[in-house]
Each structure stands twice: as structure tokens, then as C-alpha cells.
């Protein structure tokens, strides 16, 4: 849900705002609702700076691949690995992958 507080915002901006609070609604779970909050809109907004920032990591050349072994316990003989992609984004460091985990899947 979204509401005008004064009867100023335009019809665009509202319905945006309940589409923003209805997925937020669907990620905390079935049969709810949720009102929409100027966090909730801080939240999109920072959510939309990173996805750029990430799709432009590739040009940038940002991402680190790191390989993790898999040691066995009893022999301490390495069974494999796992390839792990790391986003190194200047002035950041390293990004936890959920901190850029689309969503809906992270609810703020």
C-alpha cells in the first residue's frame, strides 16, 4: 500500500510506491501487505546504484576469481574445489555476495 499524505504526488509516484511495497510484501511472505516507507524507497534507490555499479564491474575488469579447496577431514588429501567469483569494487573492497543478491530474494 502507498498513500498521499497531502494529495501532492502524482499518480505515477504513488503507484510506484505501492509496486515497491508489494514486492516487499511478497519477499517477507505469503498473505500480507506491506505500506510503503521512505526507507523502503532509500532501499530501491541504493539497490538500483549497485546493479549499475555491478554490470559495469565486468568492463571494469573487478571481479576476482578465488578457489576454495575442498579438504578431506581424515586424510587432510584436497577431494576438489569451488570456483568463487568476488566482486573487488574500488573504494569497497571486497562485496558480500548478499549485499548485491537481487531482489526480492533480501528483504531490507
Do not use: H
Not at 509516484?13 to 501487505?33: C, F, V, W
Not at 555499479?53 to 576469481?65: H, I
Not at 574445489?81 to 530474494?105: C, T
Request: proline content about 6%; hydrophobic content about 45%; charged content about 25%.
Amino acid at each position: 500500500m502507498a498513500l498521499s499524505v497531502d494529495g501532492t504526488e502524482a499518480a505515477e509516484d504513488i503507484l510506484g510506491n505501492a509496486d515497491i511495497a508489494l514486492y516487499r510484501a511478497k519477499a517477507n511472505g505469503r498473505s500480507r501487505y506491506e505500506l510503503f516507507d521512505e526507507a523502503m524507497q532509500l532501499w530501491v534507490t541504493t539497490q538500483v546504484a549497485l546493479e549499475v555499479a555491478l554490470r559495469e564491474s565486468v568492463r571494469r575488469n573487478e571481479l576476482r576469481l578465488f578457489c576454495q579447496p575442498f579438504i578431506a577431514a581424515d586424510t587432510g588429501m584436497t577431494r576438489g574445489f569451488e570456483a568463487l567469483v568476488r566482486w573487488e569494487r574500488p573504494g569497497f573492497g571486497l562485496v558480500a555476495p548478499d549485499d548485491f543478491i537481487p531482489w526480492p530474494r533480501r528483504p531490507g
